[in-house]
């Protein structure tokens, strides 16, 4: 079976800092990534996926990440931080025939100091 | 265009009752998917839904049952709610059909917050 590890659970950051989200996932095959941010009271928002292809993805607000096969990791990065990037981050993992069903991390909740 | 519209946002239940929660995909959208969110246990996958059938199902007991409807709304029943029934419940809706690949994208609602005395 599937898991994701997301080894930070708390992240405070300084507001221009840049950021680095870890994740590592377990999946026999080729996995499709995702990253989600989830701000209090809300649901899920996507900010990016990687299915194939180029290793390096661009997603919104300013995030990337990169899909390291040989490191089982999808880190997510920032460059410089908004204090509006506080939220929970959830890193997750889809399966080859496993549908809509995906596999979340923890969590990292990311604190921006100003 | 409208999002994912779950109802209601929020409810109090007691324990033996039961809930029903409402969702409303994406215009367009056939497939929803429901999750349940908790301090403990994360987020974890309930089941999933394409045109009116259950495609997929999570490892939750039988009290938590859901149906969708022609039209692709879904609600999901949870029957004698215990305490660890409190939780988020996030429902996502997805233009893909859930058989071919883990790759399609989900867009989540802001979920009902189920609280359980």
Request: hydrophobic share 30%.
């Amino acid at each position: 079976a599937q898991s994701v590890t997301q080894p930070d659970i708390h992240i405070t950051v300084s507001e221009g800092a840049s950021l680095e989200l870890r994740c590592n996932y377990s999946y026999g095959a080729t996995p499709y990534l995702f990253w989600y941010v989830q701000s209090p009271g809300q649901g899920l928002q996507l900010l990016l996926k990687y299915f194939s292809g180029d290793t390096l993805v661009q997603g919104i607000k300013g995030f990337e990440a990169e899909f390291k096969r040989s490191q089982s990791s999808f880190n997510l990065r920032k460059p410089s931080v908004h204090w509006s990037d506080a939220a929970e981050y959830f890193c997750a993992v889809g399966t080859t025939g496993g549908g809509n069903k995906l596999t979340f991390g923890t969590g990292t909740q990311l604190k921006v100091e100003l | 265009k409208a999002g994912v519209t779950q109802t209601p946002r929020y409810l109090i239940k007691t324990r033996g009752q039961q809930v029903t929660l409402s969702c409303s995909p994406i215009s367009g959208h056939r497939s929803v998917s429901w999750y349940q969110q908790t301090p403990g246990q994360g987020l974890q996958f309930l089941f999933e839904y394409f045109s009116e059938t259950q495609r997929n199902k999570g490892n939750f007991p039988g009290r938590f049952s859901g149906r969708q409807f022609s039209n692709s709304r879904s609600e999901m029943n949870v029957s004698t709610l215990e305490l660890g029934d409190s939780a988020l419940y996030l429902c996502a809706s997805s233009r893909s059909h859930p058989s071919a690949s883990g790759a399609n994208v989900l867009t989540f609602g802001a979920g009902s917050r189920l609280t359980v005395l």
